[in-house]
C-alpha cells in the first residue's frame, strides 16, 4: 500500500490528468475529418518534445535499466494502440460515451495487475469489474443500435483495454525504479516512429485551425500523460483509479459547452454504474487496508 503522502500526490496528478485528457479529446474532435493515426502522430509529437526538454535539463539524462527494455515496448506498443482506438472512438461517438469507454481502463488496469505484477485481486474488486462492464455494456447498446455506433463502441472498449496494459506496465516501470519523464519520451518517439509510414501513405491536408486543434490536443496529451504517469508511479491502481472518472464529468461538460451533445438514458445509467462501482471499490480498497 503506498504512503498517505504518496496516495495525496498520486490523487491530485490523476484528477489532473482526467481534465488533460477531455481536453484532448475535445481538440482532437474539433480537428475534424482527419484520420485516427494522422491525429495521433501530432498528439505524440508534441508529448515527445516535452518529455524530451524535461531529460536534457535532468542530471540523469536519458538513462534506464536495458532488462525494462521489453516492458518500454510493451508499454508503448498498447499505448498506441489504446489512443488510436479512443480517437476513432472520439470522432465517432458522443464525446462522453468515447471517454466512458476508454476509463474501463482502470479496470483492465486491476485485472491486468494480477497477471503482471501478481497483486491480488479479491471477490468483492472481481465483482466490481463484472459490474462495470455491464455498465460498458448500456453504453455499447448492442442488438439496439445502428451498426455504425456498435463498431466505434467496441473500437472504445479495446482502447481501454490497451490502455489498462500500459498503465500495468508503467506501474511495473515505476516499481523498478524508471523515471515518468523517460517513460513518457519512450512511448511518444515509439508511437511517432510507428505512425510515420502511415501518415506517409494517407496524409491528409490539414488548415491552419485544424493544425492549432491537433497542436492544443497535443499540449493537453502532454499534461495528461506527465500527470498519470506521476499517479501511477506514486501509487497502486486499485487505491486511485476512481479518481480518474473525473473525467466523465469534465467530458460531458465539454461537450454539452462545444457540441451540444446530450447522452441518452441508457448511456446515462451505463456511466452511473460504471463511475458508482468505481467509487464502490475505492471505498473497500480503503476500508480494508486501513
Not at 63 to 80: H, Y
Not at 126 to 137: K, N
Not at 198 to 225: E, N, R
Request: proline fraction near 4%; charge should be positive.
Amino acid at each position: 500500500m503506498a504512503s498517505v503522502n504518496n496516495r495525496q500526490k498520486a490523487i491530485f496528478y490523476i484528477i489532473c490528468s482526467a481534465f488533460f485528457f477531455a481536453l484532448m479529446n475535445m481538440f482532437v474532435k474539433m480537428s475534424g475529418d482527419l484520420p485516427s493515426i494522422q491525429k495521433s502522430f501530432f498528439r505524440n509529437f508534441v508529448a515527445f518534445f516535452f518529455a524530451l526538454f524535461i531529460l536534457l535539463r535532468s542530471k540523469q539524462g536519458f538513462s534506464f535499466q536495458k532488462k525494462n527494455l521489453p516492458a518500454f515496448i510493451g508499454r508503448a506498443g498498447f499505448g498506441t494502440l489504446g489512443i488510436l482506438c479512443n480517437f476513432y472512438a472520439v470522432d465517432h461517438l458522443l464525446l462522453s460515451d468515447a471517454s466512458i469507454l476508454n476509463k474501463l481502463s482502470p479496470f483492465f488496469a486491476i485485472l491486468c495487475s494480477y497477471f503482471l505484477l501478481k497483486e491480488r485481486i479479491k471477490p468483492m474488486q472481481a465483482a466490481a469489474v463484472a459490474v462495470a462492464f455491464c455498465g460498458a455494456v448500456l453504453v455499447v447498446k448492442p442488438g439496439f443500435s445502428a451498426l455504425q455506433a456498435i463498431v466505434p463502441s467496441l473500437i472504445g472498449v479495446a482502447g481501454g483495454l490497451c490502455a489498462g496494459i500500459a498503465y500495468t506496465l508503467v506501474r511495473l516501470l515505476g516499481q523498478r525504479g524508471e523515471r515518468g519523464p523517460f517513460i513518457v519520451l519512450f512511448f511518444s518517439a515509439f508511437s511517432c516512429i510507428a505512425t510515420v509510414p502511415f501518415l506517409i501513405l494517407d496524409f491528409h491536408p490539414m488548415s491552419a485551425a485544424q493544425v492549432l486543434f491537433l497542436l492544443l490536443a497535443g499540449l493537453s496529451a502532454a499534461g495528461g500523460q506527465f500527470t498519470i504517469t506521476a499517479a501511477y508511479t506514486h501509487a497502486p491502481a486499485r487505491e486511485v483509479s476512481v479518481f480518474d472518472y473525473t473525467q466523465i464529468i469534465f467530458a460531458a461538460g465539454l461537450g454539452f459547452l462545444f457540441f451540444s451533445q446530450i447522452p441518452d438514458l441508457f448511456s446515462i445509467i451505463g456511466y452511473c454504474m460504471i463511475s458508482g462501482v468505481a467509487v464502490w471499490m475505492f471505498l473497500y480498497n480503503n476500508r480494508h487496508s486501513e
